[in-house]
């Protein structure tokens, strides 16, 4: 397309490309919004490597949500029982300094924590990380990518020894076998979807095995639908890991030289027989038998997956179990196969290499390494010791200690964790205790601007630069296209602005993103994900994959390299050798009881996404998706009584929902399925972490927020208050104190 700015599309870790055309175009009629309002025009850009021209409806739309709610100007008050008012940068800049200057001074920097977000650019997550890892001293920093990938984080680098998913998108049209477990990709991942789909088409003896409890777009599409009961990930794979061991269809050669940890692992699955495991997992012996054939005698295996295996207290252990698979057969390292995660958000693998969690450093390094610490401390010219040898707050601790009053001053930046918390009520009563929260946001009102002191205009997509990394290690430069709104400001910009007004001038003396960035990839030379090669400059020319070492040609560079990690099987651990680790299957963390008999499981739909503080505001994508709806098997809504269309109530031990059902062979018996995008400004009663609980994996820390026990009840319509809508409830909100959900209802 003549004349088009080339970008990525903001939304799932696909990271496909965009071209963006302004409204007002040479030679063309102004493009409109259903409204009639001027709107930027996206397509697909067929040159990008990863989505080759496709893009999905949040792509083709994201256009139509640029100017609609945003947050133009800062806003501040004293207590959340006073309303917000327009207050200067500087008058905002100076609340945030004092805050944190008299909490240092108080209690010390870890009663100070800064929760991000997978929709940061790498230059915001990297500033963060300076501001609060190397100046501030406290490893009190995480983001919502805690809640998506920190599992697969976890599984990678303790089977491989780093993180790093080791596969590349060309593997989809190379693979003898697709297995794809707990991942609907059709809805969350559809471009990666469709590349595998239409393969799978061409190549009937290509195999696609899909597990899952719910019969999605994703299943109807495989040749074996694995509808397994929830939490029973591990029995299965281990139950086809038992199958592969007994059949010999193993690599024993690249067992013996590639890995070690086997003959434990091999103890471990001899517990799995099939009559076993298909018990445990409500799937016949034909099915079982079929999904370990196909792997076993396929040449090239590649597994995806996503929210339904690292959401989970066993997150961990099922990653390694997966990889176990993988290392067993010698599937990794090789076109077609491998252990792939799909990221969730657009730049939460660009967050993994600037250190974005609580326990790391960037340049995939851990603050618990002594050297490492010391080569980050080097970079940012901080004192030696200035960054803490413990791993910070994790996600949900966060919400424990501004509960227990050990944090003062709580930073949230492009996320929205007053709907996206599991035990969402507890979570918003312990935000409430903050003394001093920061919500940081391109958009106003959102639920967490409610249980804020001062709000903060960022810009979004297309009004900053910068760049993002996808699933597939692709690094594509972002650049701003359009002017900020307001008086909006660029993440890293205002991290940077309050460094440099507590005296860290030196540490924040780049200004620009591409300073910043350059800054960043010298701290990953030598690492597996060495980005040193790569610069603001060279990525405006096209997308590159890394690792990119400055040594690399331009030729290498340019994507003629290897795609792939561990090509000469040698690992990231310090022999080379890649670790087998067995795990038994333990099951929900909450599983069904007499008095909660059905298991409740969420996930996101098509058009939506996380909490819909951006698709919320576009009206092609709100008509399509206008209210959640409870999937129930046909039987258990005949012992319910309940039609497709009539509410029910759904309730925990920790809270309750109210929805319309609707009823659908979709959807295995004993279990109910609800979307997880509506928080308390889009609808009554329909906030689905309102039902979850907080257990967490013990590795990864990443909460079980696929799967709680819930009891449903039939119930006559609520009654809807006559102005209802959203539009409605952000005008009171913005009129109203925001003390706490009352306002709202």
């Given at each position: 397309m003549a004349g088009a700015t080339k970008t990525l599309c903001p939304y799932c870790g696909v990271g496909c490309g965009l071209e963006v055309l302004p409204p007002a175009q040479p030679g063309r009629p102004v493009n409109r919004d259903e409204q009639g309002n001027p709107?930027?025009?996206?397509?697909?850009?067929?040159?990008?490597?990863?989505?080759?021209?496709?893009?999905?409806?949040?792509?083709?739309?994201?256009?139509?949500?640029?100017?609609?709610?945003?947050?133009?100007?800062?806003?501040?008050?004293?207590?959340?029982?006073?309303?917000?008012?327009?207050?200067?940068?500087?008058?905002?800049?100076?609340?945030?300094?004092?805050?944190?200057?008299?909490?240092?001074?108080?209690?010390g920097p870890d009663a100070i924590a800064m929760y991000g977000s997978g929709q940061f650019q790498t230059e915001d997550y990297y500033t963060a990380q300076k501001l609060l890892k190397g100046c501030l001293g406290t490893n009190n920093f995480d983001a919502n990518s805690r809640l998506c990938m920190s599992s697969a984080v976890a599984g990678y680098s303790q089977s491989f020894g780093s993180d790093g998913p080791p596969c590349c998108y060309d593997d989809l049209e190379k693979t003898d076998c697709a297995f794809l477990i707990g991942t609907n990709t059709a809805d969350c991942h559809p471009i990666v979807f469709n590349r595998l789909k239409k393969y799978h088409k061409k190549n009937r003896k290509v195999k696609m095995i899909v597990v899952d409890p719910r019969h999605t777009d994703t299943a109807k599409a495989a040749d074996l639908h694995l509808a397994i009961k929830p939490g029973t990930d591990i029995a299965l794979l281990n139950g086809i890991a038992h199958l592969l061991l007994k059949n010999g269809w193993i690599d024993p050669r690249f067992i013996d030289a590639c890995t070690e940890g086997f003959s434990d692992y091999a103890q471990v699955i001899k517990s799995y027989p099939p009559e076993r495991v298909t018990e445990i997992c409500g799937i016949t012996l034909g099915e079982l038998t079929t999904a370990a054939e196909w792997w076993g005698k396929s040449k090239r295996v590649l597994s995806l997956w996503s929210m339904g295996v690292n959401q989970s207290t066993e997150g961990t252990a099922k990653c390694r179990t997966i990889i176990n698979l993988h290392l067993m057969t010698g599937n990794v390292g090789k076109p077609g196969a491998g252990p792939f995660s799909l990221?969730?958000?657009?730049?939460?693998?660009?967050?993994?290499?600037?250190?974005?969690?609580?326990?790391?450093?960037?340049?995939?390094?851990?603050?618990?390494?002594?050297?490492?610490?010391?080569?980050?401390?080097?970079?940012?010219?901080?004192?030696?010791?200035?960054?803490?040898?413990?791993?910070?707050?994790?996600?949900?601790?966060?919400?424990?200690?501004?509960?227990?009053?050990?944090?003062?001053?709580?930073?949230?930046?492009?996320?929205?964790?007053?709907?996206?918390?599991?035990?969402?009520?507890?979570?918003?009563?312990?935000?409430?205790?903050?003394?001093?929260?920061?919500?940081?946001?391109?958009?106003?009102?959102?639920?967490?601007?409610?249980?804020?002191?001062?709000?903060?205009?960022?810009?979004?997509?297309?009004?900053?630069?910068?760049?993002?990394?996808?699933?597939?290690?692709?690094?594509?430069?972002?650049?701003?296209?359009?002017?900020p709104v307001g008086e909006a400001r660029a993440d890293w910009e205002i991290f940077a602005e309050v460094g440099r007004r507590l005296g860290f001038e030196k540490q924040f003396a780049q200004r620009t993103a591409a300073e910043v960035y350059g800054e960043f990839v010298s701290l990953t030379a030598g690492r597996l994900c060495d980005s040193t090669g790569l610069s603001h400059e060279r990525l405006a020319v096209s997308p590159i994959q890394w690792p990119c070492p400055a040594d690399e040609s331009d030729e290498v560079a340019y994507g003629k390299h290897d795609k792939r990690l561990y090509t000469d099987y040698r690992f990231a651990t310090p022999n080379g050798k890649a670790r087998f680790c067995a795990f038994h299957v333990k099951g929900l963390a909450e599983p069904p009881n007499e008095a909660y008999p059905f298991v409740l499981t969420n996930g996101r739909l098509y058009g939506h996404w996380h909490t819909q503080s951006r698709t919320g505001r576009i009206e092609r994508i709100a008509k399509r998706y206008p209210e959640p709806?409870?999937?129930?098997?046909?039987?258990?809504?005949?012992?319910?009584?309940?039609?497709?269309?009539?509410?029910?109530?759904?309730?925990?031990?920790?809270?309750?929902v109210q929805l319309k059902v609707l009823v659908t062979q979709n959807i295995t018996r004993g279990t109910v399925f609800m979307p997880m995008h509506w928080g308390f400004l889009w609808g009554d009663n329909m906030e689905v972490n309102a039902l979850t609980h907080p257990a967490v994996c013990p590795i990864s820390l990443e909460p079980e927020l696929k799967a709680c026990a819930v009891q449903v009840t039939p119930i006559p319509a609520p009654q809807i208050a006559a102005d209802a809508t959203v539009k409605s409830r952000f005008a009171a909100a913005q009129k109203m104190a925001m003390k706490s959900l009352e306002i709202m209802v």
């Open positions: 709107v930027w025009q996206a397509r697909g850009d067929r040159n990008h490597p990863s989505s080759q021209g496709q893009v999905c409806i949040k792509g083709a739309t994201i256009g139509d949500s640029l100017d609609q709610g945003r947050l133009l100007h800062p806003m501040m008050r004293e207590s959340l029982d006073q309303p917000l008012r327009q207050v200067s940068w500087d008058e905002a800049l100076d609340r945030i300094v004092s805050e944190i200057r008299k909490t240092l001074a108080e209690k990221t969730g958000q657009p730049n939460a693998m660009g967050g993994r290499e600037a250190g974005g969690l609580a326990h790391i450093l960037p340049g995939y390094r851990l603050v618990k390494n002594p050297e490492h610490r010391q080569e980050v401390e080097t970079v940012w010219k901080v004192p030696a010791g200035s960054i803490s040898p413990v791993p910070g707050l994790a996600a949900w601790d966060m919400m424990l200690a501004l509960e227990q009053g050990d944090l003062d001053v709580f930073w949230v930046a492009a996320t929205n964790p007053a709907v996206s918390m599991p035990d969402i009520k507890r979570t918003q009563a312990a935000l409430e205790r903050s003394p001093f929260t920061i919500c940081q946001d391109a958009y106003y009102p959102t639920e967490t601007a409610a249980f804020a002191h001062v709000v903060l205009p960022a810009t979004q997509w297309g009004e900053k630069a910068g760049v993002m990394t996808n699933s597939e290690r692709v690094v594509t430069y972002c650049p701003a296209f359009r002017t709806l409870l999937e129930v098997n046909p039987r258990d809504a005949q012992r319910l009584a309940v039609q497709s269309g009539e509410w029910v109530e759904v309730r925990s031990q920790r809270g309750f």
